[in-house]
Every structure is written in structure tokens, then in C-alpha cells.
């Protein structure tokens, strides 16, 4: 079964710092977001992230509004730019965020591989699913990998192996893995799963399919007509179908491509930085920062909040993140051994 919705214009990946600050108040570590302490005597916060620039903001003005006492500076970037500051910060003196609140799990267990991260048991969280959560990260938000098409595109691709259709010769763009963590997690996801492989790569390259920089860049393109496919963000689709882009979303029927996005602390918050930490992350795993999420377009993972609608009958897939984890720079390796770094 194939699922099409019409579609609008794109918000660009934007590199932002965003601030929120208020009066003091204090929280014990792990307390529960809202209360009358988070934090104390604590005035910053430093935040690392690659998710959207609404959500951040969002996320950080609740935030603000339940722990005052907290200022929190945001560096915003792409999961390639991101990963370029923390490589600058450990040469230059270490760790400087606080937080890292990542696009994808393959990423964030990089991190963790470079001991960046401390564990982070907070109770009364049971409701992540098992699968969305390590000892070091947790999911925040669910993502879907879906096929954005150009407007009376005829036939539209029907699975995912559709895409090295002759039909559709030259006619796709992809994210570039390396620069956008999603697009990361869809390599993991079709290195790995049967059926498709690196092959299917090499499938895509020889029918001239085209890399792109960014999962926004590949609705931009598709939409001015460059290219008539791409892989994307059904969260950048429903954007663009807000603003009337000659675009539609295709849902494969062989399933979306689902990732979760993690935040962790790191081994830089201390003192202070860690009840301030420890604070952020529990507000963004409540129920007001998983509803705050929810409205920034994102399906929160906490269950029985609610998220964007998606197609009846629409069905995912789950990358085997264990399997993966430390096989990161190797499947990229391999990728870009087909369409260059």
C-alpha cells in the first residue's frame, strides 16, 4: 500500500544560539520538571544539539518557565557540523557542553564510545520503550525516513527498492550521511537489512541517483524540480505540504525507517552543571516537554502524547541499533567508498 500527501516549503538547517534565563530557583538532580527547585546555584547550562531549531526553542522556553534559575546556551548545527565542535573542543581543552541532544543513535553511541557521556538511571521514566534508551542515552522523539516525490510524479515508487527503478533513472537525491544524523541512521538501516546491503547503494549510484547535503536540501530539490525523488523526514514533508510545494510524501509500504533522538549528559557537567543537567533532562522526558515536542511536529516517545498524525495504515522499521553500535565509521566508510565523501 503506497500513502501520498501533498506538500510545502522547507525550513532551512539553521547554526543558532538560544538563550533562557530567569530568577533563581533549585532542584535536586533527577527531581521531576515543574518543581519548586532545579539546579541550585546554578546559572548555566550549556546545550549541544543537531535537532530543529523550533523544537530547541520550544523545549528550552518550557524549560525556562520550570526551573528559572537555569540559563541555557544553545549551539545549533547539523550532526556534521556538531560532530566538528566536539573534535575542536577536545583539542582545544576539552568537553565544553553540557548536554548533547542528538538527531540519531548512531551518533550519540560515538560519543559514547569517546566516554563523553555519564550514565543517567532516572527513575520514574519506564515509559521509554527499551528499545529507545542505553545506560548512557535516551530518546526524546520519534523520526520517520519516508520518500518525498515531486507533484504528478506517476508511478510512485511502491518500496524502497523501487528507487533503483529505471523509471527513475537520475531522478533521486540522498542525504549525505555523514552531515545529517538521520540520513546516518537510513545507511545503518539499509547496510544491514536483508535484502538490501551496501548493494543497494551501489544500485542507486548506477541508476544516478544524486548526494545531497542535508535531509531539508533533498525536499528543496525535489520540489524545484532538480530531482523528482528523495529520501527525507516525513517532519520536513508536512512542513513543506504547509506552504504548497509541488511535493508529495510517500510512506514505503515495506515500512518508514523509525530512529529515535537521544539526549545525554556528559562527563563535562559538574557541580552545578550537573543539577542543571539532570534538571533539562527530566523536563525533556516529562509529559510538558514530551506534549512541548508534540507540537513542534515530532511524535514524542513517551506513549499517549500526542504527536503528528501519519497515514492509515502506515507501517516503520527499526534499525538493529546494538548490532550497528561500533560499526559506525566502517558502514560510512564503505558508503562513501560508492558515492565519495
Keep these: 500500500m503506497r500513502f501520498s500527501i501533498a506538500l510545502g516549503a522547507v525550513v532551512p538547517i539553521l547554526l543558532a544560539g538560544v538563550a533562557a534565563c530567569g530568577s533563581p530557583a533549585s532542584s535536586p538532580a533527577g527531581a521531576p520538571a515543574g518543581s519548586s527547585s532545579a539546579a541550585s546555584n546554578t546559572s548555566q547550562l550549556t546545550l549541544y544539539t543537531s535537532v530543529t531549531q523550533n523544537t530547541v526553542t520550544a523545549v528550552v522556553n518550557g524549560f525556562a518557565k520550570a526551573d528559572p534559575g537555569v540559563k541555557v546556551s544553545v549551539f545549533r548545527a547539523t550532526t556534521g557540523q556538531l560532530n566538528a565542535r566536539i573534535a575542536a573542543d577536545q583539542h582545544s581543552g576539552g568537553l565544553r557542553a553540557d548536554v548533547i541532544w542528538a538527531t540519531d543513535p548512531l551518533s550519540m ?40 516525490a515531486h507533484k504528478g510524479l506517476t508511478p510512485l515508487p511502491r518500496n524502497w527498492a523501487d ?102 549528559e556528559t562527563v563535562a557537567a559538574t557541580g552545578g552543571a550537573d543539577a542543571a543537567a539532570r534538571a533539562f533532562l527530566s523536563y525533556v522526558l516529562s509529559p510538558a516537554g514530551q506534549a512541548t515536542i508534540g507540537k513542534t511536529g515530532w511524535q514524542p516517545v513517551l506513549p499517549g502524547i500526542a504527536g503528528p498524525p501519519r497515514p492509515a495504515g502506515a507501517t516503520e522499521v527499526h534499525p538493529g541499533w546494538s548490532a550497528l553500535f561500533g560499526r559506525q565509521q566502517q558502514i ?5 567508498a560508492i558515492f565519495g565523501a
Design 109 to 148: 553511541e560515538s560519543y559514547a564510545q569517546q566516554n563523553l557521556f555519564r550514565p543517567w538511571p532516572v527513575p520514574g521514566l519506564a515509559g521509554v520503550p527499551a528499545a529507545d534508551k542505553t545506560t548512557y542515552f535516551w530518546g526524546t522523539r520519534e523520526l520517520y525516513l519516508v520518500i518525498v
Design 163 to 264: 528507487l533503483t527503478s529505471s523509471a527513475y533513472q537520475g531522478k533521486v537525491a540522498l542525504p549525505d550521511p555523514a552531515a545529517a544524523g538521520s540520513a546516518f541512521a537510513a545507511l545503518g538501516y539499509f547496510a544491514t537489512a536483508p535484502g538490501f546491503g551496501l548493494g543497494f547503494y551501489r544500485a542507486l549510484k548506477a541508476n544516478g541517483a544524486v548526494q545531497v547535503a542535508t535531509i531539508p536540501e533533498v525536499v528543496t530539490d525535489v520540489a524545484e524540480g532538480r530531482y523528482q525523488l528523495g529520501i527525507t523526514l516525513d517532519s520536513e514533508v508536512r512542513s513543506a505540504i504547509a506552504e504548497g510545494s509541488p511535493v508529495v510524501m510517500d510512506w514505503p509500504a515495506d515500512g518508514a525507517i523509525s530512529l529515535y533522538s537521544p539526549i545525554a
Design 332 to 336: 560510512l566508510r564503505q558508503y562513501q
